[in-house]
């Protein structure tokens, strides 16, 4: 199956620094990635739609000015965590479609663990 | 993103056993449904995904749709230690976004 990377794995940051995590994908290209966020024992709950060369959809309580999407390459999108507090640590995950068509599965991520302390 | 409900859980079953999970969904025209897994710590791998009424299988697990009740369900066959996981019910809305269930943690006991 395609291959999607994320990083960093993890990284701990103090209040109030700006955080980016990179999404790409390896053997192929995406138009579209997928950012979610996952707290512990909850399940994933998607952010934010990435589109390659246009604005990012963010979901419905989701701070689109928080949490910056740049999706500036087939193979590339960025989440940046701005001004993150401690409330922002949760584990990020991104995905991308899969090549076939119709059956809507994502590739996934491994994840970013962040740490605001 | 609708509505996906799983049965809570935690499921503790005993090797060998059938762990059986269900999940419902509220949009009707909801078209494909997955099940992934995820152990604690990392992010979800599919292990199914189905689209028509019936059965699908796949080595030990077996996926069942009813679209006409709004169910679908996945059953793991001769459970093994290494099955003790979180399984994620997902259901595609449209574009490929995914709503996912809360989960259900399954422990198989040795």
């Known amino acids: 199956g395609a291959v999607v990377s994320q990083h960093p794995s993890w990284v701990i940051c103090k209040s109030g620094t700006s955080v980016k995590i990179e999404c790409r994908s390896l053997?192929?290209?995406?138009?579209?990635m997928f950012w979610y966020r996952q707290f512990p024992k909850q399940s994933l709950m998607l952010m934010a739609t990435?589109?390659?060369?246009?604005?990012?959809?963010?979901e419905q309580g989701v701070e689109k000015d928080k949490f910056l999407i740049n999706h500036a390459s087939l193979t590339l999108s960025t989440l940046t965590v701005t001004s993150a507090h401690p409330e922002d640590s949760s584990f990020y995950i991104c995905s991308a479609p899969g090549l076939a068509g119709g059956s809507g599965e994502q590739f996934f991520g491994p994840g970013t663990r962040l740490t605001v302390l | 993103q609708k509505e996906v409900e799983q049965n809570s859980g935690p499921l503790s079953v005993p090797e060998g056993a059938i762990a059986s999970l269900n999940c419902t969904y509220s949009d009707r025209g909801s078209q494909s449904f997955f099940w992934y897994r995820q152990y604690s710590g990392k992010s979800p791998e599919l292990i199914m995904f189905?689209?028509?009424?019936g059965d699908k299988e796949d080595g030990r697990f077996t996926a069942q749709l009813n679209k006409a009740s709004q169910y679908v369900s996945l059953l793991i066959r001769d459970s093994q230690p290494s099955d003790s996981a979180t399984y994620l019910c997902?259901?595609?809305?449209?574009?490929?976004?995914?709503?996912f269930g809360a989960g259900t943690t399954v422990t198989v006991r040795a």
């Open positions: 053997d192929f290209q995406a138009t579209t």
């Open positions: 990435s589109n390659e060369g246009s604005k990012a959809t963010y």
């Open positions: 997902a259901v595609n809305e449209n574009d490929y976004k995914l709503s």
């Open positions: 189905i689209y028509s009424n």
